[in-house]
């Protein structure tokens, strides 16, 4: 295992600390040639800081794993789901939009196209801009995806998100 799949992995499990150490190490990688397959490192540590909730410093990290990506290449859809999360809670839903938008329209075709977050957040995105149809129309979207997971799939996916709760509430109603 590579020093930035160590790294995916503590900043799954909560180890930040040790995730940011093995991200540091895999960086020394991409400084050492043009290894365009490594940006899933910058993505990585992105997801260090989101977890963390420096929602600033992971779309810096999000900015670096996009740079000169293919919005089709399916690794990048949930770069920019993560990327969406970041802007949506610094406020800039507008950019989070876009990002949502771009992830949804990749994922088409794709096993990324189960991924219930982007609907999610623009459901509520279109709520706070006053579009009640669009915001009814994504949350069907979002509850659609839900129902496809599994309890421990649920679980691990919101464990570091801030609506968890809400989350997992319509998971429990949509299995009924």
Do not use: H
């Amino acid at each position: 295992m590579f020093f930035g799949d160590y790294c995916g992995v503590l900043c799954n499990i909560g180890l930040y600390a040790e995730a940011k150490e093995k991200g540091d190490l895999a960086l020394k990688f991409i400084e050492q040639g043009n290894f365009t397959t490594l940006k899933y490192i910058y993505y990585n540590i992105g997801n260090i800081f989101l977890f963390q909730k420096d929602y600033a410093q992971a779309c810096t990290w999000y900015d670096a794993a996009l740079e000169g990506a293919t919005y089709f290449y399916t690794s990048v859809n949930e770069y920019l789901v993560n990327y969406g999360i970041a802007l949506y809670y610094l406020g800039k839903t507008g950019k989070a939009k876009e990002k949502f938008q771009l992830a949804i329209n990749s994922s088409k075709g794709t096993k990324y196209n189960r991924n219930f977050e982007p609907f999610f957040y623009m459901s509520k995105i279109c709520k706070l801009e006053d579009d009640e149809k669009a915001s009814q129309n994504y949350k069907k979207m979002y509850l659609t995806r839900l129902k496809k997971y599994t309890q421990p799939e649920i679980e691990f996916a919101t464990s570091t998100m801030d609506n968890n709760e809400e989350i997992l509430t319509d998971y429990e109603t949509v299995r009924e």
